[in-house]
């Protein structure tokens, strides 16, 4: 038995996991962080980065990296549906030509932008601020092989390059993904809908630019019947996805070497003179599954291990990271002694409910999708668009260009990716949660919402409203607010008997007007407050207190550490 110094093991150095370790170590929490492979999965799989992960790595230092890495805006901002990559177009998503208002709403709406980057960068970039950070040791060829829950403290058994031991720690986070199995092997289902399908992801590097030159795109759909699938750009250059279906029943990644792998994407371009260099290939399963609890003792699910979602929103890495930042302030609250056990159990009532949503918006995109080639019916379409009477090509050219529009809302959710609001109902008719539709965004300042961004001005530099966090408690005021800050400082008075402060949470008091200016020196509107109100703002930028309620911040931050329920608990 090894007692280490770390009070959270991290099962898998992937995003989420990496991304635990992150915000854990920003409370100064030690964690070990184990992953059964050799290091970065090379094989890119997601790459959209949406608002909210960028107000994230915005937060975490690291947003300007990821977005030096990413795709020009100029390609990412076009999808396209062709028979071949040479051969025809059939229809086009531009989002600068979207509905009107569209990008001054989310240019408007944060002070970062949904970027594609591949998700192996992304990795480094969490990987390299990990080890900046020097709070996390990141063990590759490590493999967790039991945990057992003792009450009081979890047993992590390991297999790594120093053989097998055992490692106690106080709390476990199975970031290990889908196929990770820690989730089965503690008894938690899932439900969700059945499998939706199955794909084959080859990637490859190969020079596109004779086809993209002139008409770059992040996605080209190809509707044919030779080489159907989508083409996805990883880095606009020569980093590429080409993903189609597969049938598992019949057979397997073996059966595509690089050989026939560079042939299928050649037909899929439309020209047997392309240089492909093929990377590698691999199978996954698309489905639509949550866990149908986050968490068994002191082991909790996040990312993929907690949920799965078809790709069709790009929301899967982007839910695990918001899983991670919340999951990471709580057990930093709990192991600091602020809060009890009770408030890890917020994770899952927060966590969960967005995660069911963005399963069902996913299924929605996956099932619209099938109108325009993509799906079961990509055979068929192909024959009607090849059919030899020009009539009955003609009429599915023009159904599939009335239909491409109507797919927008796949591509671009602004209201999925930031408008969730914590402790609130759910429903299809928006009352009480997210607006039903999945575009339209309106800022809150609701307890349980995203704090709004805004810009204002301090020492002279233009900042968000976001860049006013830190990595604890918030509490922001109007110009006549002031006084809300000493019930607030003192929610967070605990001191020893030398009379130093031994609170260990990390706050700060902002005050409009004198800490920071707002337009025309007034309260930002959005944040709801006017001049003399405040709201608190928790270590993962959600509202946990509006002046509005007629409470007090300490009590607001008193009921939120007992994790007594509150909306925003």
Not at 141 to 152: F, N, Y
Not at 194 to 201: D, I, Y
Request: proline share 6%; charged share 20%; glycine share 12%.
């Amino acid at each position: 038995m090894k007692d280490i110094d770390a009070p959270v093991v991290i099962i898998g150095a992937g995003p989420v996991g990496l991304a635990t370790a992150l915000v854990l170590g920003r409370h100064g929490v030690r964690s070990v962080v184990c992953e059964q492979f050799g290091g970065i999965n090379p094989h890119p799989r997601a790459h959209i980065v949406n608002t909210r992960s960028m107000e994230l790595f915005r937060a975490w230092g690291i947003a300007d990296a990821v977005r030096a890495d990413a795709v020009d805006q100029a390609q990412a901002g076009t999808v396209l549906w062709k028979r071949t990559l040479a051969g025809e177009t059939l229809g086009r998503i531009d989002f600068a030509d979207g509905p009107r208002g569209a990008l001054a709403q989310r240019a408007h709406a944060s002070a970062e932008q949904l970027v594609s980057c591949a998700q192996d960068r992304v990795q480094q970039h969490l990987l390299d601020a990990v080890l900046a950070q020097g709070t996390a040791a990141v063990h590759y060829d490590t493999t967790v092989v039991e945990v057992a829950d003792r009450g009081d403290a979890v047993d992590v058994t390991v297999d790594g390059t120093g053989g097998r031991q055992v490692l106690r720690t106080r709390y476990v986070v199975a970031a290990d993904g889908a196929a990770g199995g820690m989730r089965d092997r503690l008894g938690i289902g899932t439900e969700g809908s059945p499998v939706l399908g199955h794909q084959l992801n080859i990637y490859f590097h190969a020079d596109l630019s004779p086809w993209m030159r002139e008409d770059p795109a992040l996605l080209v759909w190809l509707i044919n019947e030779t080489s159907p699938g989508v083409l996805i750009g990883m880095d606009g250059a020569r980093r590429w996805t080409f993903q189609r279906s597969f049938d598992p029943a019949v057979e397997s990644p073996q059966d595509y070497p690089p050989e026939r792998c560079a042939r299928i994407v050649r037909d899929a371009v439309g020209t047997a003179e392309l240089d492909v260099d093929i990377r590698s290939a691999g199978a996954w399963t698309m489905t639509a599954r949550t866990a149908v609890t986050y968490r068994s003792g002191r082991v909790l699910l996040a990312g993929d291990a907690a949920h799965q979602f078809p790709p069709t929103g790009g929301l899967g890495m982007n839910s695990g990271l918001a899983d991670a930042d919340n999951l990471g302030w709580k057990l930093a609250a709990v192991l600091g002694g602020h809060a009890p056990d009770a408030l890890l159990d917020s994770y899952e009532g927060e966590r969960r409910p967005v995660a069911v949503d963005n399963a069902r918006h996913s299924v929605l995109n996956a099932v619209k999708m099938a109108e325009v080639g993509i799906g079961p019916e990509t055979a068929a379409i192909a024959a009607r668009l090849a059919d030899p009477d020009p009539a009955v090509a003609a009429a599915e050219r023009r159904r599939i260009a009335e239909a491409v529009p109507r797919q927008r809302p796949h591509f671009d959710a602004l209201n999925q990716e930031i408008g969730y609001v914590y402790g609130t109902a759910r429903r299809a008719d928006g009352a009480g949660g997210r607006l039903p539709s999945a575009t339209e965004y309106t800022p809150t300042a609701a307890a349980g919402a995203r704090l709004p961004h805004a810009w204002v001005d301090r020492d002279g530099q233009r900042v968000s409203t976001h860049d006013l966090l830190g990595p604890g408690f918030t509490l922001i005021t109007g110009p006549e607010g002031a006084d809300w800050a000493e019930p607030f400082e003192r929610a967070f008075a605990r001191t020893g008997e030398d009379g130093e402060d031994r609170t260990g949470l990390v706050r700060r008091t902002v005050v409009i007007g004198r800490d920071v200016t707002g337009p025309d020196g007034r309260c930002p509107e959005p944040l709801g407050i006017g001049e003399g109100g405040a709201l608190l703002v928790r270590p993962d930028g959600h509202i946990a207190w509006h002046s509005s309620e007629g409470s007090t911040p300490a009590s607001a931050l008193t009921d939120l550490l007992r994790g007594a329920g509150r909306p925003a608990a």
